[in-house]
């Protein structure tokens, strides 16, 4: 599931693959911006901000791209097959003389003037993995509302930038509580903040994300082994989401 980890990693690798190099194939497969061309324009650089992926291009361009649930940019070498899904799930394609950049099940995708890219990412709070990271600004965000329930405040992305469904789970097992916690109800609230940034820090170079409760429902907790448990909870948006934590390490508030 891409969150602030997995979409730093997607800009580097799409960096080293465009960044310097003259696009000699583009093509934006949404009916917007169907007609754009940016054939013959260098990338400049490919820059993660949280969830989203900005690609900058010559011109004062930038292609603007959230993977959000299953979205992908992979990178393919001449002659090499595409194994990213069906063509018919591809959004967006750039290629240069050593490499293809294809971009699948893109939810969003726009082109827009590099000046402009606040329209984008302006909302976003500080992001964990960005040079604009400000801890303290993190923490007043998510304290504006203290009855808002804490997994709620972590996943919503002007409070800060990067955390998803995962890390939602996985900090609130780092500062034993669970999530549907209010948020003013938490002892040493900053606790949240560092989880998020070493917990993210940490799995920004590894292949495989390790996670402790996000999906082990059933499985014995590492802490102390009592079974993982699992339920819903609503994201800022509405929808309903999984949600784990351990009933021993994370007690529930009394009703």
Not at 125 to 150: T, V, Y
Request: hydrophobic residues 35%; proline residues 9%; positive net charge.
């Amino acid at each position: 599931m891409p969150e602030g980890d997995t979409v730093y990693q997607a800009a580097r690798r799409l960096h080293a693959a465009l960044a310097g190099r003259v696009l000699t194939r583009s093509d934006l497969r949404v009916p917007r911006f169907a007609t754009a061309d940016l054939t013959g324009r260098s990338v400049l650089d490919v820059t993660p901000r949280g969830k989203h992926l900005l690609t900058r291009i010559e011109g004062e361009l930038t292609l603007h791209s959230h993977l959000r649930m299953d979205g992908s940019w992979r990178i393919y070498d001449p002659g090499e097959r595409w194994r990213g899904g069906p063509a018919h799930q591809i959004r967006a394609i750039l290629a240069n003389a050593e490499h293809t950049a294809v971009g699948y099940r893109l939810p969003v995708l726009e082109l827009l003037r590099t000046q402009e890219e606040s329209k984008a990412v302006g909302h976003l709070g500080p992001d964990l993995l960005g040079p604009d990271w400000d801890a303290d600004s993190a923490l007043r965000n998510l304290l504006q509302d203290p009855a808002r329930a804490i997994g709620e405040a972590l996943l919503d992305q002007r409070n800060l930038a990067g955390v998803g469904n995962v890390y939602k789970s996985e900090i609130c097992f780092a500062v034993r509580a669970v999530p549907w916690l209010p948020i003013g109800e938490l002892q040493a609230p900053e606790r949240l903040v560092t989880a998020a940034k070493q917990l993210l820090e940490a799995n920004k170079d590894r292949p495989v994300r390790q996670a402790y409760v996000y999906g082990r429902a059933g499985r014995p907790c590492p802490r102390c082994r009592t079974p993982i448990r699992t339920t819903t909870q609503r994201d800022p948006s509405g929808r309903e989401r999984p949600t784990y934590w351990c009933p021993k390490c994370q007690p529930a508030p009394p009703l």
